[in-house]
């Protein structure tokens, strides 16, 4: 279907709770109004990026558009789903916008930076913002039921005692694993990607030591980014 | 292996038909000398990006790097491999330049935009000399033995006409096939990627006829970019 032809899809956080109609927010207000050129009586799709997904009617425009809500579907509760959560150390130039970008119109659901003994991320109070302004453009844009979450740089030690129990875990390494199929099963599948100069022994030493696979998703070296990229396209493929 | 463990790796055009010693690129003897900060004695590794692989020895610095050939290996003629031809229709934005950069670290060999009923690429005289630069930091980037080779754009129906005999031929589409394998086998890969609007009914038609198949690459719904890169990284994935 032409972008054109589907109806405009917003992020409306809260939706899962409301019930007869939502109020959106500023930005959400815009670009209904802006960007879509919406009008009273359109129609809109609507996800709380948390699974919900309801069928709006806009009642009025403005600073803070009024919608009716048709239909509203939530996920069942606790329903399995096949996840993606990412570590990844800073790219050359700061790649990480269209980073976050791309990892989120793909699927992902956990953006955790990682910072490590050969690079740390440049970060400041707008980069978190700036991230999750990307990651609303992308679930809009890829009209995914689940947001990215974006969260600011934790050293690897620290992120690899967090991740979720059951998880399979990937590390992108040139020398792994070439043509591994990804999990086809639900749950959370997790990537670590070094940052543009490697990973170091002592960090490899603990990804391995949490049980995580070597894969080899290209036969070029590639750049941090692409590699995260490619590990969500791979991750992606084994899905619907 | 970390990036500043490996010797510097450099696109010598014409490398394939030298004998001793060869004289670089003004561009090549900068990033050698500036960027790599090799000196005198120094070993660096050049390909001509169409298989030809040598070791160097640089004799003298300066506007045009002189260094001797101490192993040349050229790659048997006409030796079989898996190579990648991509139909790209133009992203919003213009993304084309990153895609450019991450499609030659993917090891896609032709990068062919192409121009259709929804879009058409904005592409000026600097955009070909660009994406050529683009091409040549990627391939260095990347180690790889084939440079991507950059077309300017043209009507889908002219390239359509002339992709190389016995292709497999694939064109992303949402409705498409879901988890198909990439050929394993010798030769080319097409790939297929409408604009940000998608293809009209009669390029898609176009393709059919032309027995593009169609293959699904997310359960989400990517722009163009994002589709052109996932569909190479499930290409390389079935390469070594």
């Keep these: 279907m032409p972008a054109e032809a589907a109806p405009s899809y917003l992020w409306v956080p809260g939706l899962g709770e409301a019930v007869d109609f939502v109020e959106l927010s500023p930005e959400e207000s815009h670009y209904l109004a802006r960007v ?8 809109a799709v609507a996800t709380d990026g948390r699974g919900a997904l309801a069928t709006l009617r806009v009642l009025s425009l403005g600073s803070r558009v009024r919608a009716a809500i048709e239909t509203l579907e939530r996920p069942p509760s606790a329903a399995p789903r096949r996840r993606a959560w990412i570590l990844c150390g800073a790219p050359e130039d700061q790649r990480g916008d269209w ?7 793909l699927g992902v659901e956990v953006w955790q930076p990682i910072e490590c003994a050969r690079a740390r991320w440049r970060f400041s109070s707008g980069t978190l913002a700036r991230w999750q302004r990307l990651a609303v453009a992308a679930l809009r844009q890829s009209r995914r039921r689940y947001i990215v979450e974006v969260r600011p740089p934790a050293p690897l030690a620290e ?15 040139p020398d792994g694993q070439r043509g591994a199929p990804p999990s086809e099963g639900m749950g959370w599948t997790v990537g670590a990607i070094g940052p543009s100069k490697g990973f170091d022994p002592g960090e490899k030493d603990l990804l391995e030591g949490r049980a995580f696979k070597p894969i080899c998703l290209s036969d070029g070296r590639l750049r941090t980014e692409t590699t995260a990229l490619a590990w969500a396209a791979w991750w992606g493929r084994g899905s619907g």
């Design 159 to 173: 992120v690899a005692s967090g991740l979720p129990a059951g998880a399979a875990c990937w590390m992108a390494d």
């Design 36 to 43: 879509c050129r919406a009008r009273e009586g359109d129609r």
């Design 99 to 105: 980073l976050v970008e791309k990892l989120a119109e």
